[in-house]
């Protein structure tokens, strides 16, 4: 589906799984691949060094993404009147915002689950921009990172899963290294998190 992949990073280390098929290394400097670099300036960087249509971000902390997820994220935003595309995890829980509520009443009785308005969590696995608008947008000073008609895509609970802290990576690693699918229905069973 990608006329080119390319794996971007400050670290010359992946550059050893370029150079094949139409994967390319970009290297950013320390300061553009720092943990203060926002994903706009590295959408800046990108859009400046490649002459492509659109962009579509395959986020590294969510390895368990499925090639599905990918897809649905990139057709939706070939579609037209489709500007930028950010995936999604669908919750129907009682969520709050600095203690507030935001899809329940505290005041009544507790609403069952599938009765709440439901709530779009960004998961960041797989986000992608139209060219034209996102050069144009940024150019004349917009500072956000999703200009235009913005479309939500519904991904697989497991491209939430995100690798962000130690103890995500630890995990991770268990999951990797199990065998048989009831050793990770037992691991997924103990994880003292919910996703």
Not at 25 to 45: E, L, W
Not at 139 to 168: C, I, Q, T
């Amino acid at each position: 589906m990608f006329d080119k992949i390319v794996i971007t990073s400050d670290d010359e280390y992946f550059d050893q799984y370029c150079g094949h098929g139409n994967v390319e290394f970009h290297k950013r400097t320390t300061a553009q691949a720092s943990s203060n670099t926002s994903t706009d300036t590295v959408m800046d960087i990108m859009f400046a060094a490649y002459d492509c249509e659109s962009m579509l971000w395959v986020n590294s902390v969510s390895p368990l993404q499925s090639i599905e997820d990918i897809t649905n994220c990139a057709s939706t935003l070939s579609m037209d009147g489709v500007d930028a595309v950010m995936a999604v995890n669908t919750l129907r829980q009682h969520c709050a915002i600095g203690g507030a509520p935001i899809n329940y009443d505290p005041n009544v009785a507790f609403e069952k689950t599938q009765d709440l308005m439901p709530v779009q969590r960004f998961v960041y696995s797989c986000m992608g921009w139209n060219r034209e608008t996102y050069v144009s947008h940024r150019a004349n000073g917009f500072p956000g990172l999703f200009p235009g008609n913005l479309e939500l895509v519904e991904v697989s609970v497991n491209a939430g899963m995100l690798v962000k802290y130690r103890e995500d990576f630890d995990l991770f690693k268990k999951i990797d290294s199990t065998q048989t699918s009831d050793e990770l229905q037992r691991l997924v069973a103990e994880m003292p998190m919910v996703w």
